[in-house]
Structures are given as structure tokens and as C-alpha cells.
């Protein structure tokens, strides 16, 4: 059985920083691309960042310059670096992960989401 497990999350004042973590385990094979999204109150979830298992990276626009993702592929891990936050950044925010694994004898490949972790930015 594959799991997501997200550290970090928290409350903090504008132009603070936060940095969450990911890890993943369980029968893993391996791990393509992962990333961070958020969901806010009322809003869908939408991609924040991403990183695939050669270390190219993708940010959406609004945290471009301010956050920055980062893998280490020998521990199955995922890291957000949120600087500079502001109150429009407050969300939920998931870690996601597309890997291969054993489930039982059969090797899958799949999307696997963290259980979600608050990120308050209030003064």
C-alpha cells in the first residue's frame, strides 16, 4: 500500500514562510512527477507546483519568484519553500504523487494524494 504523508502546514503572518514537506511510502517502484496543489474555501484545487524525477519544474503564476519545490528521489520526499506568503495563499494544500508500486502481486501506476494540510497567512 502506497501513502502520502505531508508535514509543515500552519498559520503565519504576511511575508512569512512555511515549508512542507511530502513523503511517500509503502511498495514504491518508482515515482515520476509530484507536486503541491491547494484548494481554498469555495474554490477548485489548482496546481501550485510540480517537479518530475529529473528535477524540471513548473509553478503557476501567482507564486512564481516566491515558492520553490524540490525532490529528493532517494527518500521519496517533496518539499514546498513558501516565501514571502500572503493572505491569498491560504488553502489546503495536497501533495501529489504519480507512482509505480506493487498492490498486492499486480504493478500499478497511479495518482496518490496526501490527506491535505492547512496553511493559514493572516496577521
Known amino acids: 500500500q502506497v501513502q502520502l504523508v505531508e508535514y509543515g502546514g500552519g498559520l503565519v503572518r504576511p511575508d512569512g514562510s512555511l515549508r512542507l514537506s511530502c513523503a511517500a511510502s509503502g511498495s514504491i517502484v518508482s515515482i515520476n512527477a509530484m507536486g503541491w496543489y491547494r484548494q481554498a474555501p469555495g474554490e477548485e484545487r489548482e496546481l501550485v507546483a510540480s517537479i518530475t524525477s529529473g528535477g524540471n519544474t513548473n509553478y503557476t503564476d501567482s507564486v512564481k519568484g516566491r515558492f520553490t519545490i524540490s525532490r529528493d528521489n532517494a527518500k521519496n520526499t517533496v518539499h514546498l519553500q513558501m516565501n514571502s506568503l500572503k493572505p491569498e495563499d491560504t488553502a489546503v494544500y495536497y501533495c501529489?504523487?504519480?507512482?509505480?508500486?506493487?498492490?498486492?502481486?499486480?504493478?500499478?501506476?497511479?495518482?496518490?494524494w496526501g490527506q491535505g494540510t492547512q496553511v493559514t497567512v493572516s496577521s
Open positions: 501529489n504523487a504519480r507512482i509505480e508500486g506493487w498492490l498486492g502481486i499486480r504493478l500499478v501506476t497511479d495518482d496518490y
